[in-house]
């Protein structure tokens, strides 16, 4: 077992290259297990602010703890908000973020696991 707190003060923005715009504001842990790698972190989209399309090698899930937000993949978006559960299949192209017209933030924890050679792949913006 472990345990970790990650108190707010320990917030860190960071030039992501999957962000669009100003650098990504996250808080995370992250193991390894039997050739997969397990990652979390609650990440904060300011108003306006949404990844590029990417893709990850394992499933991602996210799980919105403040605001309301966008989710999308290739066959349309989704308005999201708290206490909402999306989950991203292996090799889905999708973005999250906030909306265009946004004027609060939008949060959500995700939680990532896929095979430690998992590579991320990032396509154009929209």
Do not use: C
């Not at 966008?70 to 299949?89: A, C, H, P, T």
């Not at 889905?92 to 430690?116: C, I, K, M, N, R």
């Amino acid at each position: 077992m472990d345990v970790t707190n990650l108190p707010s003060a320990s917030r860190e923005e960071s030039d992501h290259p999957v962000q669009e715009g100003s650098p990504l504001v996250s808080t995370g842990v992250e193991s390894a297990f039997d050739e997969t790698s397990v990652t979390a972190a609650e990440v904060t989209f300011r108003p306006g602010e949404r990844t590029k399309f990417h893709a990850h090698a394992g499933v991602q899930i996210l799980y919105v703890t403040a605001g309301v937000g966008m989710v999308g993949n290739r066959k349309g978006e989704q308005e999201v908000s708290e206490g909402d559960l999306v989950v991203f299949d292996p090799g889905e192209e999708h973005w999250h973020g906030t909306a265009e017209d946004a004027d609060e933030q939008f949060s959500h924890v995700y939680f990532l696991a896929e095979p430690d050679d998992g590579e991320l792949t990032i396509q154009e913006a929209r």
